[in-house]
């Protein structure tokens, strides 16, 4: 582990992502809470939330941290053909929220794959990331879409597709 010890304690904030793609019979079933297994918003939401109580425990570097504040929502998407999982996760410690964001959302994700699996074997999880985060000495973090990055990195391949804003 790094040691932060003489890191202050800050308020931190930290907002993940995660997709899992289904058919659209499947989540129409979703929706209309016809699954076999139940209803797979409300379980996959409690499992995120658990999940992300629990990130330490899992990970075997990450701090143990109280968390402040802990969501996950998910939202079914036609358009897209599947659920858009959304994790934020806040705290006030000298360490980033960020792991508890990204568990959240993937514990969600595999409790979505789980509940669906025995009717949709093309079920998948794709696009597990950190939107962004807030707080600490970095300040605040936003990702960009791959788009609006593209528009400002005119010949640098190794630039990456987010920014940084620095707090003040």
């Known amino acids: ?35 076999g297994k139940g209803d797979v918003l409300t379980v996959a939401e409690m499992a995120g ?16 941290i109280p968390l402040t504040d802990l969501v996950v929502e998910i939202t079914p998407e036609r358009s897209t053909g599947g659920l858009r999982i959304r994790a934020t996760a806040a705290t006030v410690a000298p360490t980033g929220v ?14 979505v794959y789980d509940m669906v699996k025995g009717v949709d074997r093309a079920a998948h999880i794709r696009e597990v990331r950190l939107l962004e985060k807030s707080g600490g000495k970095s300040g605040e973090w936003l ?26």
């Open 1 to 35: 582990m790094v040691d932060v010890s003489e890191k202050p304690a800050t308020a931190r904030r930290a907002v993940a992502e995660a997709f899992v793609s289904v058919e659209q019979e499947t989540l129409t079933a979703i929706i209309d809470g016809q699954v």
């Open 49 to 64: 939330v658990m999940g992300g109580k629990r990130t330490a425990e899992l990970i075997p570097l990450c701090h143990p």
């Open 98 to 111: 960020e792991m508890e964001a990204l568990t959240a959302a993937s514990i969600a994700a595999l409790t």
């Open 143 to 168: 990702r960009r879409e791959p788009e609006a990055a593209a528009a400002d990195a005119p010949t640098d391949p190794k630039r990456r597709s987010f920014r940084r804003r620095a707090s003040g």
